[in-house]
């Protein structure tokens, strides 16, 4: 069925429109709650208010309706009248990310008071006027509430909590996945792009094989990372991403030596190598001790002998 023009709207359908608007609006800003409760109780807070703010608006307009069309409300949503946006439905994603629902949120409070506008432009009767203007009003001064929300409830230590538990969530679902990927991909590599590089003693053929090994190990640590968990469960996001990160970082772990390998000189390539090898494990070896508390010298530790022990695997078999 085609969308019906705003212009077309009768006075009535229009007060009937801003009724649902509000209650999607409610349903959403209490989705969003239910969303943030366990990792940020304190923003859930701040929805749960603006759900019973787009509460008290509801029944303010259906009161007004009562008066002057009577009990029956005709459906209108905004899926049936052009120029509303299609919202994605962030809510229904699990861990909710804070970020991505306070953005949601500013784009809700402005269209509704974009509407609000355009219907007053519309309407005659001067009763239903002035509740719209009241409605429009309330919407401007909604980023102020919004402030004035988080003030009461997003205290100095809510604030650190809901930020430590930020940092949490993107260790879980970004750190994680690519720390993994970043030591597969320099760990993995090392036998087969040295091992290759010391059999021939021909940069061009190590520069192949370790193309081949460090897509070869990006694509199938995408696959083992997106198909580990859906996330739902283990708060790590959504499979997708972390696939992608998990592959890319992979691949950029194998390439990183394998660069160097473009140089025509075997000595200077493999020196290079080495340098770059070094530096992928100190990088590693950070990103432990930064991300996951891990003390830096145990890292460093743990780091360098994986990594030294299969360099010397790749030697001994080329020169073998």
Known sequence: MAKKSFRELSEREILALAISLEEQDGRVYGEFA???????PSSAKVFEDMQAEESR?????????????????PYVSRDHVKGFVEARPIWLVRPLGLKKVRRQAEIMELE????????IRQVTDASIRRLLGDL???????????????????TPAAQTKEAESQRKLFVLQV?????????DGSVSTLAPIFAAAFATRNTHDAFLVGMAASLGAGISMAFAEALSDDGSLTGRGQPLIRGLVTGAMTT???????????????HLAFTVAVIVVAAELGIISYVRHHYMD?????STMQVIVGGVLVFIVGVLLGSS
């Open 34 to 40: 239910e969303g943030l409760r366990e990792s940020y």
């Open 175 to 183: 750190i994680q996945p690519g720390l993994a990927g970043l030591m």
């Open 294 to 298: 891990t003390p830096l010298l145990s």
């Open 112 to 119: 509704s008071r974009r509407f609000y506008e355009r219907a």
């Open 57 to 73: 608006h509801r029944q303010a307009l259906i009161d007004l309706y009562r008066i002057k069309f009577g009990e029956h409300i």
């Open 136 to 154: 429009a009003d309330v919407e401007r001064r909604h980023y102020a509430m919004a402030e004035s929300l988080e003030e009461e409830h997003l």
């Open 252 to 266: 950029a772990g194998g390439l990183g030596h394998t660069l160097p390998f473009l140089i025509p000189r075997f």
